[in-house]
T-cell receptor, first 111, second 110 residues
């Protein structure tokens, strides 16, 4: 049982480069989320989706874009990476009201 | 805008002792979640609290929710080393979102 799978697990980018993080879930969940985790700041919501074809902004959306073309996938894009985007990124999915299930995280370093 | 505060941020305790972690939030919500995170790992769901007065227990951990006070507690009974981790509360914001607290890093000393 895969649950929530994030790809890649580690990445180093140069400032100005772009990349896409992939989140895939096999639990048929409607809701999917992207969070970033920084030391001393907990997890902050970047964007979320309440269903296929829908996306919405979270607490810290600037510099990121997302797409949910298929129910099982939620993509997070960085158009022009900045050092401030160095973080650990977590994807999560959930059915309704019950808890969210998290992926293993992607550690991104922007140099 | 919903704000979630946890305290303490760091907690070092002896094995066998009891302690409580607090989670306060600023606006009305009827959903609160507790997660555990081990270093370098993902988040593991511990408790889901969906109503005022809800109490859940699992092993040495017990969580409760007081929606009127906008407060949840995570109580640790007779701590053991294996409980060392970072604990997060997350509060339901609106229908779909979860807002996380900053986390409590717990270290249990032998």
């Amino acid at each position: 049982n895969a649950g929530v799978t994030q790809t890649p697990k580690f990445r180093v980018l140069k400032t100005g480069q772009s990349m896409t993080l992939l989140c895939a879930q096999d639990m048929n969940h409607e809701y999917m989320y992207w969070y970033r985790q920084d030391p001393g700041m907990g997890l902050r919501l970047i964007h979320y989706s309440v269903g296929e074809g829908t996306t919405a902004k979270g607490e810290v959306p600037d510099g990121y874009n997302v797409s949910r073309l298929k129910k099982q996938n939620f993509l997070l894009g960085l158009e022009s990476a900045a050092p401030s985007q160095t973080s650990v990124y977590f994807c999560a999915s959930g059915p309704w009201i019950t808890e969210a299930f998290f992926g293993q995280g992607t550690r991104l370093t922007v140099v | 805008e919903l704000k979630v505060e946890q305290n303490p941020l760091f907690l070092s305790m002896q094995e066998g002792k009891n302690y409580t972690i607090y989670c306060n939030y600023s606006t009305t919500s009827d959903r609160l979640y507790w997660y555990r995170q081990d270093p370098g790992k993902s988040l593991e769901s511990l408790f889901v609290l969906l109503s005022n007065g809800a109490v859940k227990q699992e092993g040495r951990l017990m969580a409760s929710l007081d929606t009127k006070a906008r407060l949840s507690t995570l109580h640790i009974t007779a701590a053991v080393h294996d409980l060392s981790a970072t604990y997060f509360c997350a509060v339901g914001a609106g229908t779909y979102k979860y807002i996380f607290g900053t986390g409590t890093r717990l270290k249990v000393l032998a």
